[in-house]
């Protein structure tokens, strides 16, 4: 019979069992969980070793490592299952796949609208002045996690809506005719350089990926909104903008840093974790440019400059 | 022998062993050793960073793989040959992921971690079965 001794031991090697399975199947791609969310895999594990420490305490059993040891195994095992960081094999990604919307296609579209989720990986945005194209979705995936896209037409406005696991995704979207992005990822970084003389919102999201935003407007056709927000990443922002252009750009954080480098730009107010820059002449703008970023544990870093 | 101190102040015991241990410092020397040599290498440019990095990882891979066998002929230090050990196989791993691309090759760590966690516990579990 085994002894309350062994107890412990059995479980490092269980740990050692989980964690050469989990190992194994992020190098040979296996992920059978995949379709979870990366919280409801953590959430599955945290269960499971609640169970087993649960038992073992009502078995009066003292394990103390090993125990955690064995959580964290299941935890690895779990996250790895789901295909988070199944883009982490770059080696194994099929070949780049192309999704287009090209404006032939679409003649009776004057408006985009992007709606994109993520769970890991990376989100690049660039904007584009090809009047033939509306959109195109470049994206390197592992063979059976395509992205499912789908997309609808409503009053001239066309709607893509684009979901994906673990994937490399980079959207070139149209800046010459009005359009909005919210885009969000759980693990992936997000970054965008974009032209948006045409945008009317752009909401960027990710729990623990950095967001770095390059933005340029001589001009705006109407106003527009910014909002990007992280929980653990950074937050870059290098805007550019035009005379014309009524710039406030609000950034918040509550435990990283906030830097800024300004030029035609004013400090309207800044403390602890908060600064509101407004640019020259904003009062008597044509149109406003409104920008609030906010991260939570992440540094956010304002580039702003205003040319005659 | 009995423990010495003043009234009021904590005894002091006469350490079990008096003599420092000597491996260690070798080992450690040789571990500098690695470290210099490889960022030798990457200053003179005959390596890039991460391979300089990969490099020292081996060595010291080595180093602790050597010190362990050597600690393991010798009851003395037998006990602590199996840490030793394993921080030579983690950091073996950590040198090939490095060296292969750790974006793509980071598994190797935590196969590393789970053969480490598997040999520990099957060692000690026959060796608690042996001593009863």
Same mark, same amino acid.
């Given at each position: 019979? %085994?002894?309350?001794?062994?107890?412990?031991?059995?479980?490092?090697?269980?740990?050692?069992?989980?964690?050469?399975?989990?190992?194994?199947?992020?190098?040979?791609?296996?992920?059978?969980?995949?379709?979870?969310?990366?919280?409801?895999?953590?959430?599955?594990?945290?269960?499971?070793?609640?169970?087993?420490?649960?038992?073992?305490?009502?078995?009066?059993?003292?394990?103390?490592?090993?125990?955690?040891?064995?959580?964290?195994?299941?935890?690895?095992? %779990?996250?790895?299952?789901?295909?988070?960081?199944?883009?982490?094999?770059?080696?194994?990604?099929?070949?780049?796949?192309?999704?287009?919307?090209?404006?032939?296609?679409?003649?009776?579209?004057?408006?985009?609208?992007?709606?994109?989720?993520?769970?890991?990986?990376?989100?690049?945005?660039?904007? &584009?002045?090809?009047?033939?194209?509306?959109?195109?979705?470049?994206?390197?995936?592992?063979?059976? %996690?395509?992205? &499912?896209?789908?997309?609808?037409?409503?009053?001239?406005?066309?709607?893509?809506?684009?979901?994906?696991?673990?994937?490399?995704?980079?959207?070139?979207?149209?800046?010459?005719?009005?359009?909005?992005?919210?885009?969000?990822?759980?693990?992936?970084?997000?970054?965008?350089?974009?032209?948006? &003389?045409?945008?009317?919102?752009?909401?960027?999201?990710?729990?623990?990926?950095?967001?770095?935003?390059?933005? %340029?407007?001589?001009?705006?056709?109407?106003?527009?909104?910014?909002?990007?927000?992280?929980?653990?990443?950074?937050?870059?922002?290098?805007?550019?903008?035009?005379?014309?252009?009524?710039?406030?750009?609000?950034?918040?954080?509550?435990?990283?840093?906030?830097?800024?480098?300004?030029?035609?730009?004013?400090?309207?107010?800044?403390?602890?974790?908060?600064?509101?820059?407004?640019?020259?002449?904003?009062?008597?703008?044509?149109?406003?440019?409104?920008?609030?970023?906010? &991260?939570?544990?992440?540094?956010?870093?304002?580039?702003?400059?205003?040319?005659? | 022998?009995?423990?010495?101190?003043?009234?009021?102040?904590?005894?002091?015991?006469?350490?079990?062993?008096?003599?420092?241990?000597?491996?260690?410092?070798?080992?450690?020397?040789?571990?500098?050793?690695?470290?210099?040599?490889?960022?030798?290498?990457?200053?003179?440019?005959?390596?890039?960073?991460?391979?300089?990095?990969?490099?020292?990882?081996?060595?010291?891979?080595?180093?602790?793989?050597?010190?362990?066998?050597?600690?393991?002929?010798?009851?003395?230090?037998?006990?602590?040959?199996?840490?030793?050990?394993?921080?030579?196989?983690?950091?073996?791993?950590?040198?090939?992921?490095?060296?292969?691309?750790?974006?793509?090759?980071?598994?190797?760590?935590?196969?590393?971690?789970?053969?480490?966690?598997?040999?520990?516990?099957?060692?000690?579990?026959?060796?608690?079965?042996?001593?009863?």
């Amino acid at each position: 019979m %085994m002894i309350k001794k062994d107890v412990g031991l059995v479980l490092l090697i269980a740990s050692g069992v989980i964690f050469i399975i989990a190992g194994l199947m992020q190098l040979l791609g296996v992920f059978p969980l995949y379709g979870l969310s990366l919280i409801e895999a953590l959430g599955l594990a945290f269960l499971a070793s609640g169970i087993i420490l649960l038992i073992l305490g009502l078995l009066g059993v003292k394990v103390g490592g090993s125990a955690v040891l064995l959580a964290i195994s299941l935890c690895v095992l %779990m996250v790895i299952s789901s295909g988070a960081l199944a883009i982490f094999t770059p080696g194994r990604l099929e070949a780049g796949s192309v999704a287009i919307f090209r404006t032939a296609e679409f003649s009776s579209v004057s408006e985009l609208s992007i709606s994109c989720e993520i769970s890991s990986g990376s989100l690049e945005v660039y904007s &584009t002045p090809n009047r033939s194209l509306l959109l195109e979705a470049e994206y390197y995936v592992r063979p059976g %996690m395509e992205p &499912t896209i789908e997309h609808e037409v409503v009053g001239g406005r066309l709607s893509v809506f684009l979901k994906a696991g673990a994937i490399l995704l980079r959207l070139f979207v149209a800046s010459w005719l009005p359009w909005s992005l919210t885009a969000s990822t759980s693990l992936g970084s997000i970054e965008a350089e974009l032209n948006i &003389t045409s945008l009317r919102s752009l909401k960027l999201s990710s729990a623990l990926g950095s967001i770095t935003l390059s933005l %340029m407007a001589q001009e705006l056709l109407q106003n527009s909104t910014i909002t990007a927000s992280t929980s653990l990443g950074s937050l870059d922002l290098n805007l550019t903008i035009g005379p014309s252009v009524g710039c406030q750009v609000r950034a918040s954080t509550s435990l990283g840093s906030i830097g800024r480098e300004l030029e035609g730009f004013e400090v309207v107010s800044s403390g602890w974790g908060y600064l509101l820059i407004r640019s020259e002449g904003y009062a008597s703008a044509e149109h406003f440019l409104d920008a609030s970023l906010s &991260t939570s544990l992440g540094s956010i870093d304002v580039w702003a400059e205003r040319r005659a | 022998m009995a423990p010495s101190g003043q009234a009021g102040e904590l005894p002091t015991f006469p350490r079990v062993v008096e003599k420092a241990d000597p491996i260690s410092y070798f080992f450690l020397g040789l571990a500098i050793v690695s470290l210099g040599l490889s960022a030798l290498m990457a200053q003179l440019g005959l390596l890039k960073p991460l391979e300089a990095l990969s490099l020292f990882l081996w060595l010291l891979a080595l180093v602790l793989w050597l010190d362990a066998l050597i600690r393991y002929l010798r009851p003395w230090t037998r006990h602590k040959s199996m840490p030793l050990a394993i921080s030579g196989s983690i950091s073996a791993a950590l040198a090939a992921a490095v060296f292969l691309g750790l974006t793509a090759w980071w598994p190797l760590l935590i196969l590393a971690l789970g053969a480490c966690s598997l040999a520990y516990g099957l060692f000690k579990l026959r060796a608690a079965r042996t001593a009863r």
